[in-house]
């Protein structure tokens, strides 16, 4: 029986064997490496179709995080009222929703005063369904109440980090090319 006994253990050692052929010029393989992560530009990038709004909004961070507007702050409704710039470049300009009509760039904010001529960048989605007062804007980009008094209402439709689109468009006199809008 002890010889069947040794047998069986000299058969299994000899199964042990084929497996670890080699072993005793590598004594280090044993321990297994820890696969390594991947290094690629691309790694993190999830590939399939996604849906118009966000393949925009994806492609408008990345414009921002090209240039120094990428660690800026946001605007976004809860900052209470404010007015800017706004132009309108129809044949040329259409923002990151390209599906959309009547897009308005912003400018320099120039409502509240001690805001006045830093750049806007607006939360991506923040103000649509607001109503926003266009008008054209007194001497140096002023809001003054002769103004506001002509200002047109608007709907805004969708807005990216640089400008808003709006539900229709502004009539405004001709040689105007400067807008202001008005968030109140």
């Known amino acids: 029986m002890e010889d069947q006994l040794k047998q069986f253990i000299e058969s299994l050692s000899d199964v042990e064997r084929g497996r670890r052929a ?28 996604r849906d118009h709004e966000t393949q925009a909004r994806i492609m408008a961070e990345d414009w921002l995080n090209a240039g120094p507007g990428a ?14 710039l ?23 904010l120039i409502e509240p005063y001690e805001w ?20 054209v804007p007194g001497p140096n980009g ?11 209402r ?4 969708g807005n990216d980090f640089r400008g808003v689109y ?3 468009p502004i009539s405004k006199p001709d040689g105007v090319v400067e807008l202001g809008i008005s968030f109140a």
């Open 22 to 49: 080699g072993w005793h010029w590598f004594p280090g393989v044993a321990a297994r490496r820890a696969p390594r992560r991947l290094t690629h530009p691309l790694a993190g990038v999830e590939l399939g179709v």
């Open 71 to 84: 660690n800026l702050p946001r605007l976004q409704p809860q900052n209470g009222s404010w007015a800017a």
């Open 86 to 108: 706004c132009y309108s470049y129809p044949e040329r300009a259409n923002g990151a929703m390209t599906w959309l009509e009547h897009y308005y760039t912003l400018g320099s």
């Open 116 to 135: 006045r001529r830093r750049a806007v960048l607006l939360e991506w989605q923040a103000f649509c369904g607001l109503q926003v007062a266009i008008f």
């Open 142 to 152: 002023s809001v003054t109440k002769e103004a506001m008094r002509g200002a047109q």
């Open 154 to 157: 608007r709907t805004i439709v």
């Open 166 to 168: 709006l539900d229709q």
